[in-house]
C-alpha cells in the first residue's frame, strides 16, 4: 500500500463502532489461511452496523451487497472510538479483506489502531476535528498521506490529518513481522507463519 494518495468511495458511520458491529463474534469461526474461509470476513464486515449508525437512508446500499465479498466502498469515515470493545484482531482483518484500504476517526480504541497497525491491515488515520457529518455514504475521497489532508471531492472540502509516523512504514510493509524482517531486526524466516 506504499502510496501517498488513497482514493475511493467513503462508508460513514458514526461514533463508537465497536468490533462486534464490525465483525459480529458468530462470524468469528472461518480459518483466515483457508482463502475460501478467509473471504467471508469480508462478507460480514460491518453487518452488525445498526442502521442509525450506517449513514445510510433506510433501504440504502449496504456495505457489502448482498452475494458479494468485498465492498465498493475504499474509504471509511467515522467518528469518536472507532473499533471500540473487544480485542479481535480479527475486526481489521475483515475490513481488509472487504477491500478496505483506510478509516478514517477523530480517535480509536487502542487495541484497534494496534490490531490495524501490527497486522498490516488497513490505514487508521485519525481526523483533527470529528468530520463525519460533513461527508456521506457513496462520496468520492482523497486521502493525501504526505500533506496529511483528506478531501471530500463530492464537496470540495478538505480536512486535516494526524500524521502517522512510524506506524505508516511498518503497515506499508505488511504488519509488524514484516516489517522486522525488512529492517532486519529478526532473520527473514522468523515469524514467518504469522
Do not use: W
Amino acid at each position: 500500500m506504499s502510496q501517498n494518495k488513497i482514493t475511493g468511495r467513503a462508508y460513514v458511520v458514526g461514533d463508537n463502532i465497536d468490533t462486534d458491529q464490525i465483525i459480529p463474534a458468530k462470524h468469528l469461526v472461518y480459518n483466515t489461511h483457508s482463502p475460501e474461509e478467509r473471504k467471508l470476513y469480508g462478507k460480514f464486515a460491518m453487518s452488525g452496523v445498526p442502521e442509525e449508525k450506517s449513514g445510510l437512508p433506510k433501504g440504502g446500499i449496504k456495505f457489502i451487497r448482498e452475494g458479494e465479498y468485498q465492498s465498493e466502498f475504499d474509504i471509511i469515515v467515522g467518528g469518536k472510538n472507532f473499533g471500540c470493545g473487544s480485542s479481535r484482531e480479527h475486526a481489521p482483518l475483515a475490513l481488509q479483506v472487504a477491500g478496505v484500504k483506510a478509516v478514517v476517526a477523530q480517535t480509536y480504541a487502542r487495541i484497534f489502531y494496534r490490531n490495524s497497525v501490527d497486522g498490516g491491515f488497513v490505514m487508521p488515520l485519525e481526523s483533527v476535528d470529528n468530520i463525519y457529518e460533513s461527508f456521506s455514504t457513496g462520496d468520492q475521497v482523497e486521502i493525501d498521506l504526505a500533506s496529511n489532508q483528506i478531501k471530500n471531492v463530492s464537496t470540495g472540502k478538505s480536512f486535516e490529518l494526524r500524521p502517522l509516523g512510524d506506524a505508516a512504514d511498518i503497515i506499508n510493509a505488511g504488519g509488524l513481522f514484516a516489517y522486522a524482517r525488512k529492517i532486519g531486526m529478526i532473520s527473514q524466516k522468523a515469524g514467518a507463519n504469522v
